[in-house]
C-alpha cells in the first residue's frame, strides 16, 4: 500500500521525457540525416547539370520523392469526449503547462467551440509561445448561422405550442437547450447592435425571418461577422502562458456581457493552433487535438470535427469514469476508432469517490472517543490501574482502526474501482467490435495532480504512477516511436532501393532498338495480373454467396421471432408512447413513463444469434487468401524475370540494374498488399457488426428507418391500431431488405479491394514499362550533356549505396534492437 500524501514528481521534465526514448530519437533523426544525404547528392547533379528529357525529369521526381517519403515527425491524437469531461485537465497534465488547454474558471469546462492543437514550436515563433487562429470562411459562416437560426426559431415555436405527444418527446428538451445557447452566442457576437440588447430582442429580431432558414436575417449576420473579422488578429505570441490567453480572452470562450469598445470572436473560430517550447513530448513529434465538446457543437461545427479527426493518428475518446461505461460519445469513438484508426481509452476524475468513513471506521472511532473520555475521568479520579488499562485498549482500537484504514483507504477504492471499469470496457469493447487485442485503458486523476503541483492540495491520496498521467506519456511517446520504427524501415527495405535502381538502370542506358522485344517478353504474364484478380473476385462472391444463402434459408424463423417482438412491443407501450418510440425511429431512453427500449437492437439480436459464424468464416477467407494473393502477383515478376534471362537475344546484352527490378518489385509488394487487405478486412468486420448490431452504419437501422416514417405517416382516427399493424406488416418483409444490403455491401467491399490490388499491378507494370522506356535509347547519338549527367550521377549512386548499404543500415539494425526490449508492436505500415 502506498504511502498517503506521498509526493508528485513533476511528470514532463525534459530529463524523464529525454531519456524515455532517447535511442530511438538518436536512430531516427540519423535516419533521416541520411536519407538527406542521398536526395540532396542527386539533387545537386541535377541542379549543377543543365541537360533534362522526359526520364530525367522522372529521375528528378522520383529523388524528390525520396524526401517526401520520409518517416513524418508527427503523430496526431484527438481527444474527444463530453464538455466537462477532463478533457482540458488531462491536456494540462501530459504538457506540464497549466491552463494552456482553457477552462472556466467558474465551472471547470472546456471554454471553447474551437478545436485546439498543442504542438511543438510553429514556423516564425519567436516566443516560448505562441497561437494562430483560422477562422470560419464565409461560406462556412453562412452554413453556421443558418443552422443557429434554424434551431432557434424551432426552439421558439415550440416553446409557443407542445402538444402532449411532444411533452413525451425528448428530442423538445433538446431544441429548448440548443435555442437558449445561440441566444447567448448571438448576443456574445453582437452585443452592440440593438437587435441583440436583450433575449427578447434576440428572439424578436429572429422572429422577423422570412423563412425558416432566415436567410434574410443569416446574410445580414455574415455581413456584419465580416467587419468583426476585418479587426480580429489571427497571430499571438508571448513569453507566459497567462500572459498569451489574456491576449486571446476575446478569441475563447469569453463572456456574453462586454465593453462596448470590445468584441468576442469565439463563435466564428474554426481552430486555435498552439506553438509550444520546452515540452519534451511535443518535440517528440506528438500533436495533441482537443477536440470541442461533443454535445456541445452544431452541425457545421460538428462537420469541422469530423474533417480534423481525419487528419489524426490516434483516437483518444475521454470519459469521466463515474459515466465511462454508458458514455454514449466514448462507446461511438470506440466504434469509430476501430473502424478508421487506433484507439485508446483514457477514464477521468478517478479521485472523484465517496471518501467518507466507513461503518467499521465510525465505529472504531467512537469507541476510540468514549475510551478517551474514560481515561480523562479516570485520570482526573486518581484511578492509577483502571487509566493504565484503558490506554492498553486504546493502543489496541488504534491499531485496528489503522488497519482498517488502510484497506479502507481512498487510494484503495480509486484502485479497485479502476481496475472494475477498464475490465468491464475492455470486455464491453471486445463484444462490441469483435477485435481481439485487448483495449488500452488509462484512469487518470490529472486535476489532483495538477492542484497538487499548484501548492493547492496539500496531500494526496496517490503516488506518482498511481494518478495514471505517466502511463498516459509514456503511451504517447511508445506509440510515436513505433509507427516511426515502421516509417524508417520501408524506407531503408523498400522505398529507397527502388530509387536507387531506377537511377542506375538510366546510368545503364544505352542504344538499344529492341524495346518491343522487351514489352513482348513480359506481354504473357503481365496478363496474369488480371486473370488472378478475377479469380480471387469470383471466389469472393462464391463465398458471400454462401452466406447470403444461409441468411435466406433462416428468413421464416427470423419472421416469426420478428412477428413475435412487434406483439411485444405492442402490448408494452401506450398509443402516445407508441408513437413517440416509431417517431424517435425504434430508440427511446429512459424518460418520463417510457422505459429504455430499442426495437432495432431485439431486431439485431435475432441475425447476431444466427449468422456470426458465418461472418468469421467469410473474415477468415480474405485472411487466408492474403497469402495466396501474394504467390499469385509474385508468380508474374517471377516470370517475366526468368523470360529475359533466359531469352537467346536478349540474355547477354541488358544489365543488371534492369533485371534486379523484378525482385525488388516483388519484395515491396508485401507492404501495399498487406494494406489492401488490412482495409478488406477492417471493411468486412464492419460490415459484420453493421449486420448484428445497431451501432455505426448498421443495415438493421437503415431498413428499419423507412418503416417508422411509414408507420408515422398514419395519422388520425384509428391509428393507434392501424400503426401496430403496419409495423408487423412491414417487419415481416424485413429480411430480405436486409439480406440484399448485405450483398451490395460485401459486394462493394471486395470489389474495392480487387480495384485496390489491380492498381498495385498497375504501378508495377508501369514502372517496368517506364524502366524499358529509360534504358532503350531513341537516338543514335547522345548530347554531351547527357554523357556527363550519367557519369555524375554514377559517382553520386555508388556514394548513395555506400550510405545506404553502410551506416543506413547499421542506424536501422541499431534502431530495431533499441525496439525490442520495449516490446513495441511492428505494426503493418
Given at each position: 500500500m502506498h504511502t498517503t500524501g506521498e509526493k508528485i514528481a513533476d511528470l514532463n521534465t525534459p530529463d524523464r521525457m529525454l531519456a524515455a526514448g532517447a535511442p530511438h530519437r538518436s536512430c531516427h533523426q540519423r535516419a533521416l540525416n541520411f536519407t538527406g544525404q542521398i536526395s540532396i547528392t542527386f539533387q545537386k547533379v541535377f541542379q549543377r547539370n543543365q541537360y533534362t528529357d522526359c526520364h530525367v525529369e522522372a529521375l528528378v521526381q522520383h529523388v524528390n520523392g525520396i524526401?517526401?517519403?520520409?518517416?513524418?515527425?508527427?503523430?496526431?491524437f484527438a481527444f474527444i469526449g463530453h464538455m466537462g469531461c477532463g478533457k482540458s485537465s488531462l491536456i494540462n497534465a501530459i504538457l506540464g503547462i497549466f491552463d494552456i488547454a482553457r477552462k472556466d474558471g467558474s465551472t471547470?469546462?472546456?471554454?471553447?467551440?474551437?478545436?485546439?492543437?498543442?504542438?511543438?514550436?510553429?514556423?516564425?515563433?519567436?516566443?516560448?509561445?505562441?497561437?494562430?487562429?483560422?477562422?470560419?470562411?464565409?461560406?462556412?459562416?453562412?452554413?453556421?448561422?443558418?443552422?443557429?437560426?434554424?434551431?432557434?426559431?424551432?426552439?421558439?415555436?415550440?416553446?409557443?405550442?407542445?402538444?402532449?405527444?411532444?411533452?413525451?418527446?425528448?428530442?423538445?428538451?433538446?431544441?429548448?437547450?440548443?435555442?437558449?445557447?445561440?441566444?447567448?452566442?448571438?448576443?456574445?457576437?453582437?452585443?452592440?447592435?440593438?437587435?441583440?440588447?436583450?433575449?427578447?430582442?434576440?428572439?424578436?429580431?429572429?422572429?422577423?425571418?422570412?423563412?425558416?432558414?432566415?436567410?434574410?436575417?443569416?446574410?445580414?449576420?455574415?455581413?456584419?461577422?465580416?467587419?468583426?473579422?476585418?479587426?480580429?488578429?489571427?497571430?499571438?505570441?508571448?513569453?507566459?502562458?497567462?500572459?498569451?490567453?489574456?491576449?486571446?480572452?476575446?478569441?475563447?470562450?469569453?463572456?456574453?456581457?462586454?465593453?462596448?469598445?470590445?468584441?468576442?470572436?469565439?463563435?466564428?473560430?474554426?481552430?486555435?493552433?498552439?506553438?509550444?517550447?520546452?515540452?519534451?513530448?511535443?518535440?517528440?513529434?506528438?500533436?495533441?487535438?482537443d477536440m470541442?465538446?461533443?454535445?456541445?457543437?452544431?452541425?457545421?461545427?460538428?462537420?469541422?470535427?469530423?474533417?480534423?479527426?481525419?487528419?489524426?493518428?490516434?483516437?483518444?475518446?475521454t470519459a469521466a469514469i463515474i459515466r465511462a461505461l454508458s458514455d454514449d460519445t466514448l462507446n461511438d469513438c470506440l466504434e469509430e476508432g476501430f473502424r478508421r484508426k487506433k484507439v485508446f481509452v483514457v477514464l477521468t476524475k478517478i479521485d472523484d469517490i465517496d471518501t467518507s468513513l466507513s461503518g467499521k471506521q465510525a465505529e472504531l472511532t467512537a469507541r476510540l472517543a468514549d475510551l478517551r473520555e474514560q481515561r480523562l475521568c479516570a485520570k482526573r479520579e486518581g484511578r492509577t490501574q483502571e487509566k493504565a488499562a484503558i490506554v492498553e485498549q486504546e493502543e489496541e482500537l488504534e491499531e485496528e482502526l489503522r488497519l482498517v484504514r488502510a484497506d479502507e483507504s481512498p487510494s484503495t477504492a480509486i484502485m479497485e474501482r479502476n481496475s472494475k471499469v477498464a475490465n468491464n470496457m475492455i470486455?464491453?469493447?471486445?463484444?462490441?467490435?469483435?477485435?481481439?487485442?485487448?483495449?488500452?485503458?488509462?484512469?487518470?486523476?490529472?486535476?489532483?495532480?495538477?492542484?497538487?503541483?499548484?501548492?493547492?492540495?496539500?496531500?494526496?491520496?496517490?503516488?506518482?504512477?498511481?494518478?495514471?498521467?505517466?502511463?498516459?506519456?509514456?503511451?504517447?511517446?511508445?506509440?510515436?516511436?513505433?509507427?516511426?520504427?515502421?516509417?524508417?524501415?520501408?524506407?531503408?527495405?523498400?522505398?529507397?532501393?527502388?530509387?536507387?535502381?531506377?537511377?542506375?538502370?538510366?546510368?545503364?542506358?544505352?542504344?538499344?532498338?529492341?524495346?518491343?522485344?522487351?514489352?513482348?517478353?513480359?506481354?504473357?504474364?503481365?496478363?496474369?495480373?488480371?486473370?488472378?484478380?478475377?479469380?480471387?473476385?469470383?471466389?469472393?462472391?462464391?463465398?458471400?454467396?454462401?452466406?447470403?444463402?444461409?441468411?435466406?434459408s433462416n428468413e421464416h424463423a427470423w419472421t416469426k421471432r420478428a412477428t413475435k417482438l412487434c406483439d411485444t412491443w405492442e402490448s408494452k407501450y401506450t398509443t402516445p408512447q407508441y408513437a413517440s418510440l416509431a417517431k424517435s425511429y425504434g430508440v427511446k431512453k429512459k424518460i418520463k413513463l417510457i422505459t429504455e427500449t430499442n426495437c432495432n437492437k431485439d431486431l439485431a439480436q435475432i441475425l447476431q444469434r444466427s449468422i456470426t459464424a458465418d461472418i468469421d468464416?467469410?473474415?477468415?477467407?480474405?485472411?487466408?487468401?492474403?497469402?495466396?494473393?501474394?504467390?499469385?502477383?509474385?508468380?508474374?515478376?517471377?516470370?517475366?524475370?526468368?523470360?529475359?534471362?533466359?531469352?537467346?537475344?536478349?540474355?547477354?546484352?541488358?544489365?543488371?540494374?534492369?533485371?534486379?527490378?523484378?525482385?525488388?518489385?516483388?519484395?515491396?509488394?508485401?507492404?501495399?498488399?498487406?494494406?489492401?487487405?488490412?482495409?478488406?478486412?477492417?471493411?468486412?468486420?464492419?460490415?459484420?457488426?453493421?449486420?448484428t448490431t445497431t451501432t455505426g452504419d448498421s443495415i438493421i437501422v437503415h431498413c428499419m428507418r423507412p418503416v417508422y416514417v411509414e408507420v408515422m405517416n398514419i395519422k388520425g382516427r384509428g391509428s393507434g391500431t392501424l400503426r401496430p399493424e403496419k409495423m408487423r406488416e412491414r417487419v415481416d418483409r424485413l429480411w430480405s431488405d436486409v439480406r440484399d444490403q448485405a450483398k451490395k455491401r460485401y459486394a462493394k467491399a471486395f470489389k474495392k479491394c480487387s480495384r485496390d490490388l489491380l492498381d498495385i499491378a498497375e504501378n508495377i507494370l508501369k514502372d517496368i514499362q517506364d524502366s524499358f522506356d529509360g534504358f532503350c535509347q531513341e537516338k543514335k547519338f547522345e548530347e554531351p550533356g547527357e554523357i556527363e549527367l550519367r557519369r555524375e550521377l554514377t559517382l553520386a549512386l555508388i556514394k548513395a549505396r555506400n550510405i545506404h548499404d553502410g551506416p543506413f543500415r547499421e542506424i536501422v539494425e541499431d534502431y530495431s534492437l533499441n525496439m525490442v526490449p520495449d516490446r513495441v508492436k511492428k505494426e503493418e505500415h
Open positions: 524526401l517526401d517519403a520520409r518517416p513524418s515527425n508527427e503523430v496526431r471547470g469546462l472546456s471554454c471553447t467551440w474551437m478545436i485546439q492543437e498543442f504542438r511543438r514550436s510553429l514556423p516564425n515563433q519567436t516566443a516560448p509561445f505562441r497561437a494562430e487562429i483560422l477562422f470560419y470562411d464565409e461560406i462556412e459562416l453562412e452554413k453556421l448561422f443558418a443552422t443557429m437560426v434554424s434551431e432557434l426559431l424551432r426552439a421558439i415555436a415550440s416553446d409557443n405550442n407542445r402538444d402532449a405527444e411532444q411533452q413525451e418527446d425528448d428530442e423538445v428538451e433538446k431544441v429548448a437547450k440548443r435555442g437558449t445557447a445561440h441566444i447567448k452566442t448571438f448576443r456574445a457576437l453582437f452585443h452592440h447592435k440593438p437587435e441583440f440588447e436583450t433575449d427578447h430582442t434576440t428572439k424578436s429580431f429572429v422572429s422577423q425571418a422570412e423563412s425558416d432558414q432566415g436567410r434574410d436575417i443569416v446574410s445580414m449576420m455574415v455581413m456584419w461577422t465580416g467587419e468583426l473579422i476585418r479587426q480580429a488578429k489571427t497571430e499571438f505570441q508571448s513569453t507566459t502562458q497567462s500572459e498569451l490567453l489574456q491576449q486571446m480572452r476575446n478569441y475563447t470562450h469569453g463572456p456574453v456581457d462586454c465593453e462596448d469598445d470590445e468584441h468576442v470572436f469565439w463563435p466564428l473560430i474554426k481552430k486555435a493552433t498552439f506553438g509550444l517550447t520546452g515540452c519534451p513530448v511535443l518535440e517528440d513529434g506528438v500533436i495533441l487535438v470541442p465538446g461533443s454535445h456541445d457543437s452544431n452541425s457545421i461545427q460538428a462537420l469541422t470535427s469530423r474533417r480534423a479527426l481525419r487528419e489524426c493518428n490516434y483516437y483518444v475518446p470486455d464491453d469493447y471486445k463484444r462490441r467490435t469483435g477485435d481481439q487485442r485487448p483495449l488500452d485503458v488509462f484512469p487518470v486523476c490529472s486535476k489532483m495532480s495538477e492542484q497538487y503541483q499548484r501548492g493547492l492540495a496539500a496531500r494526496l491520496d496517490l503516488t506518482d504512477e498511481q494518478t495514471g498521467i505517466s502511463a498516459v506519456l509514456d503511451h504517447l511517446i511508445k506509440t510515436t516511436l513505433e509507427g516511426r520504427f515502421n516509417d524508417v524501415n520501408y524506407l531503408y527495405q523498400d522505398q529507397l532501393p527502388l530509387v536507387l535502381n531506377r537511377i542506375e538502370l538510366w546510368c545503364d542506358k544505352r542504344h538499344f532498338a529492341r524495346k518491343d522485344v522487351l514489352e513482348r517478353t513480359v506481354e504473357g504474364p503481365a496478363a496474369r495480373y488480371t486473370d488472378h484478380i478475377e479469380t480471387f473476385l469470383n471466389e469472393a462472391h462464391k463465398r458471400v454467396q454462401k452466406l447470403l444463402d444461409s441468411m435466406k468464416h467469410l473474415i477468415g477467407f480474405a485472411d487466408k487468401h492474403k497469402v495466396h494473393m501474394f504467390a499469385l502477383l509474385k508468380e508474374p515478376l517471377a516470370r517475366m524475370e526468368a523470360d529475359l534471362r533466359n531469352h537467346e537475344e536478349l540474355a547477354l546484352l541488358l544489365p543488371q540494374s534492369l533485371l534486379r527490378q523484378f525482385g525488388l518489385h516483388k519484395k515491396a509488394l508485401a507492404v501495399p498488399l498487406d494494406k489492401c487487405f488490412a482495409v478488406l478486412r477492417e471493411d468486412l468486420r464492419n460490415i459484420g457488426r453493421d449486420l
